[in-house]
């Protein structure tokens, strides 16, 4: 979802249904109509018009994707995203069965152009493009199956990709089934909203670096907790007008660098980046072999292996808390390193 100027436009799943690529409009984030379809018809493959004999119908428990049985039932588009980006909309969106595309149009209610095929290969889901200050174009998304993410350089039209992709987040541990990433830049920092844990538990996450390629690091901002509400899942992040800032599944605000008072650091560290925070105390092996947070009421911390993208030592979490991850031998309460 993305605000240009007072319009709210997002784009939804439409799996194996033609037309596909529903974008909807909206003023206020509550009250939403269906521009258009930006995809007719899925041209990609004879086996979307469901050619029988069928294992299932209507009535049935819905069918898993299953492309031996010579039909694309479940495929088709999965996670959209759209942008907006000189004076166009693009949508970039991938079928399981046969890559990753990109459609454009100077209006929502289109017409949008015939899909071009950024990556004609199987395998991929839930592409979002990402235009930075520099004119850069990049390509963030997942594997079917979920994870890990994957960020691929662009032509700047966002026509073709420029490499096979570096592999920028993979946690299995800590972010299982990783998907959905939007990826956005906010003050300097790059963030990638994305959830884990599969779509009916699954919590949502958002990741942060100060560079684009990482290390990330992350929290999770949203989940089911212990009500009967499906968890949220797959939620963007769109600011209105005067500031606010929400997304599809809540009203949560961005992830700002909480206040805090360390005694290690000897003053707040609101805001601090990694650049300009107080330095550690030379002795720090207490961090080393005891996470200093374990110390708080209902808190359990863990010890973690060290992971390539990134030099976390300790995994916290606790009734009433997000989960929380330090680097051995910094401040556990900046939160730049304990998020």
């Known amino acids: 979802m993305i605000r240009v100027?007072?319009?709210?436009?997002?784009?939804?799943?439409s799996f194996h249904f033609s037309p596909g690529l529903p974008v909807l409009t909206s003023k206020d984030l509550v009250h939403?109509?269906?521009?258009?379809h930006a995809l007719p018809r899925l041209p990609f493959?004879?086996?979307?018009?469901?050619?029988?004999?069928?294992?299932?119908?209507?009535?049935?428990?819905r069918a898993r994707l299953?492309?031996?049985?010579?039909?694309?039932?479940?495929?088709?588009?999965?996670?959209?995203?759209?942008?907006?980006?000189?004076?166009?909309?693009?949508?970039?969106?991938?079928?399981?069965?046969?890559?990753?595309?990109?459609?454009?149009?100077?209006?929502?209610?289109?017409?949008w152009t015939a899909p071009v095929a950024l990556v004609a290969q199987a395998g991929f889901?839930?592409?979002?493009?990402?235009?930075?200050?520099?004119?850069?174009?990049?390509?963030?998304?997942?594997?079917?199956?979920?994870?890990?993410?994957?960020?691929?350089?662009?032509?700047?039209?966002?026509?073709?990709?420029?490499?096979?992709?570096?592999?920028?987040?993979?946690?299995?541990?800590?972010?299982?089934?990783?998907?959905?990433?939007?990826?956005l830049k906010r003050n300097g920092w790059y963030y990638i909203f994305a959830p884990y844990g599969g779509v009916e538990k699954g919590p949502q996450a958002v990741l942060r670096a100060r560079d684009i390629h990482g290390p990330y690091e992350w929290r999770t901002v949203l989940a089911q907790g212990d009500?009967?509400?499906?968890?949220?899942?797959?939620?963007?992040?769109?600011?209105?007008?005067?500031?606010?800032?929400?997304?599809?599944?809540?009203t949560a605000p961005a992830p700002t660098a909480a206040s805090s008072t360390?005694?290690?650091?000897?003053?707040?560290?609101?805001?601090?980046?990694?650049?300009?925070?107080?330095?550690?105390?030379?002795?720090?092996?207490?961090?080393?072999?005891?996470?200093?947070?374990?110390a708080a009421p209902g808190l359990r911390c863990t010890r973690r292996p060290p992971m390539a993208s990134t030099d976390r030592r300790w995994a916290c979490s606790g009734s009433g808390t997000t989960t929380r991850s330090m680097r051995t031998g910094a401040c556990p309460r900046d939160p730049a390193i304990c998020a």
């Open 5 to 13: 100027g007072d319009d709210y436009v997002m784009v939804a799943s």
């Open 32 to 36: 939403w109509s269906i521009a258009g």
């Open 45 to 61: 493959n004879p086996a979307y018009d469901l050619p029988g004999p069928l294992n299932f119908d209507d009535a049935s428990e």
């Open 66 to 111: 299953d492309p031996a049985m010579g039909h694309r039932y479940s495929a088709g588009v999965w996670a959209p995203a759209i942008r907006h980006h000189g004076g166009r909309y693009y949508i970039y969106f991938a079928t399981p069965t046969d890559g990753i595309f990109m459609v454009s149009a100077e209006k929502p209610e289109g017409p």
């Open 125 to 183: 889901e839930d592409p979002c493009p990402f235009w930075d200050d520099d004119g850069s174009a990049w390509l963030v998304h997942s594997k079917v199956g979920a994870g890990p993410l994957v960020l691929r350089r662009m032509t700047p039209d966002g026509t073709r990709v420029l490499d096979e992709g570096t592999v920028i987040v993979e946690d299995p541990v800590n972010l299982p089934v990783l998907e959905g990433p939007k990826l």
């Open 227 to 250: 009500t009967a509400v499906q968890a949220p899942h797959q939620g963007g992040y769109v600011e209105t007008p005067s500031g606010g800032a929400g997304s599809p599944t809540s």
């Open 262 to 294: 360390c005694s290690r650091c000897a003053g707040s560290t609101t805001g601090r980046s990694s650049a300009n925070r107080s330095p550690p105390p030379a002795d720090n092996r207490s961090h080393a072999t005891r996470c200093p947070m374990s």
